[in-house]
């Protein structure tokens, strides 16, 4: 694990694709500030300075199917939470598909991209940063929780290693164990949920995450299943 650190850069996920070919699996970029930083569906991540803001590199495994890299952002948010929980033992949730929940907020933010043979996992954690007033009502920092300030280089080092781990125990075919885990932290879990998909919005009931990482939500007497769409 090699930290590069920078004071400032557009985007950690965009500079680690950009030039994918000076690091090796597991460097991790980090920025103090980032100007474009950039979340799922095209939006902007906007954190004010504070916040843990990293991307690191995974090889592509040619044993793995690429169907299986559907599951990176799930064993991404499970590693933040894992990672989150060693240095503060706090009651985090995951929110399908990329989200992590503290206190009914989003905490963290993770954006998986594919890089020619390469995954980059970006991930936004918000740690030190003062949440900004327009956003209060639905982002939390781990500081306002807590009241302490946390080294960022001790966050970060603690989720990649988590997600190392978890990554190993994917490889050894452990995917049952890891969704199992993710399900005790389930946030929608029997919670009326909104999922778009394109311009449709389908109403329900959230239950598990399958195996195959979609999500279960009931409506009109049954479980329907999905793989992608935005909770709303
Ligand atoms: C989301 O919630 O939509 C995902 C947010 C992902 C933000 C992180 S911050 C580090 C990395 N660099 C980016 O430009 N995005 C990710």
Do not use: C
């Not at 030039?19 to 095209?42: M, P, S, W």
């Not at 995951?94 to 929940?101: L, S």
């Amino acid at each position: 694990m090699r930290f590069f650190n920078f004071e400032e850069l557009e985007s950690t996920n965009d500079f680690l694709k950009n030039n994918a070919e000076l690091f090796q699996e597991y460097d991790i970029v980090t920025a103090r500030i980032q100007t474009k930083g950039r979340g799922r569906r095209g939006k902007v991540w906007f954190a004010n300075e504070g916040a843990a803001i990293f991307s690191f590199l995974i090889n592509e495994r040619k044993d793995l199917n690429s169907y299986d890299y559907i599951k990176l952002p799930l064993i991404a948010g499970l590693a933040t939470i894992k990672g989150l929980k060693k240095i503060e033992n706090l009651n985090y949730m995951f929110k399908w598909t990329n989200d992590v929940y503290l206190n009914k907020k989003k905490l963290s933010g993770i954006l998986v991209e594919k890089a020619g043979s390469n995954f980059i996992i970006g991930i936004g954690i918000n740690i030190n940063n003062n949440i900004p007033i327009q956003v209060k009502n639905t982002a939390v920092s781990l500081k306002e929780i807590t009241g302490i300030t946390y080294s960022l280089f001790t966050v970060i080092s603690s989720v990649v290693d988590s997600f190392s781990k978890l990554y190993d125990d994917f490889e050894k075919g452990k995917w049952k164990e890891i969704i199992e885990e993710i399900n005790h932290m389930n946030y929608l879990k029997n919670s009326p949920t909104s999922l778009k998909i394109g311009d449709k919005y389908i109403e329900g009931i959230a239950q598990n995450i399958n195996i195959d990482g979609e999500i279960e939500i009931f409506y009109e007497g049954k479980i329907h299943t999905f793989s992608m769409g935005e909770i709303v």
